[in-house]
């Protein structure tokens, strides 16, 4: 090779770039913002939820973990003008804090029914939402099941018309203020509340026996199942510590066949 040749070969040739590395400090700050952002979207935007009850059966199972989304329907903000919000819309299954001054930090999933405004009744277990009987799939009505402890039951499934006897479960501060908000057949939802229900009508204490929810306790609204594990329903019961370590013990050696696997991303109306 020429002299020439080899030199116009040496300036077409591109020296490699050296490599940079990351230093532990460079390395640490990428860490903490990607743990920044993920504590902000599950401080504010995003929630884990899991299910302890059947009330919401079968939209929701027993040892269902949701994410909730906590944005949508909140109050809109003006530092956030980009981001959609709307209000609650009958049918919506919302996570809210219980409405009960005897378990104030009680959280619970149920499905708004009735709005601000609605008249609502229940003949054997049908829901009338200003007179017109509302379909509803999802709900487990009495005797769906052919289990005789879910059979009709006067209260429940002929709300409100039918005075709540001693026996069932209604707050003491809901038995005095029920009449207020009876008009007629129909119970009236008043400003600022919606009334939920569970979708198993036959095991949900909800709105018939506590009252309305108001719009201020609705934390958010669940999207999607991203883990579901076979849970006994009275696993919610067993509080004490030996129980927990017992169970998270279970669900280390049982989480590949107890794992609802057809239930992943399942999203939820």
Avoid at 44 to 55: C, D, L
Avoid at 226 to 234: K, M, V
Wanted: aromatic letters at 10%.
């Amino acid at each position: 090779m020429s002299t020439e040749t080899a030199a116009q070969a040496v300036v077409g040739r591109t020296p490699a770039k050296d490599e940079v590395a990351e230093t532990p400090l460079e390395a640490l700050a990428s860490i903490c913002t990607i743990l920044v952002v993920g504590l902000f979207l599950f401080a504010f935007v995003f929630q884990n939820f899991e299910i302890p009850s059947g009330s919401m059966e079968n939209t929701l199972l027993i040892g269902d973990h949701v994410v909730v989304d906590r944005v949508t329907l909140s109050p809109p903000t003006r530092w956030a003008p980009f981001v959609h919000y709307r209000p609650v819309q009958r049918g919506d299954v919302i996570v809210f804090m219980k409405p009960n001054p005897e378990t104030p930090d009680l959280i619970l999933v149920k499905r708004a029914i009735a709005l601000p405004g609605d008249r609502i009744h229940l003949r054997h277990g049908v829901v009338y939402i200003n007179g017109v009987a509302q379909k509803e799939p999802y709900a487990l009505q009495p005797g769906d099941d052919g289990n005789p402890n879910h059979a009709y039951e006067p209260y429940r499934d002929d709300f409100p018309s039918v005075t709540p006897g001693p026996d069932e479960q209604v707050t003491e501060l809901w038995r005095e203020e029920l009449p207020e908000h009876i008009q007629g057949d129909d119970l009236v939802v008043p400003v600022g509340y919606v009334f939920a229900m569970g979708d198993n009508r036959t095991e949900s204490l909800d709105g018939r026996y506590w009252g309305f929810v108001p719009v201020k306790n609705i934390l958010g609204r669940p999207l999607f199942v991203y883990w579901s594990f076979r849970t006994p329903a009275d696993e919610e019961n067993k509080t004490s510590f030996s129980d927990r370590i017992g169970f998270m013990f279970h669900i280390l050696t049982h989480i590949i066949p107890d794992t609802r696997w057809s239930r992943t991303f399942h999203v939820i109306r």
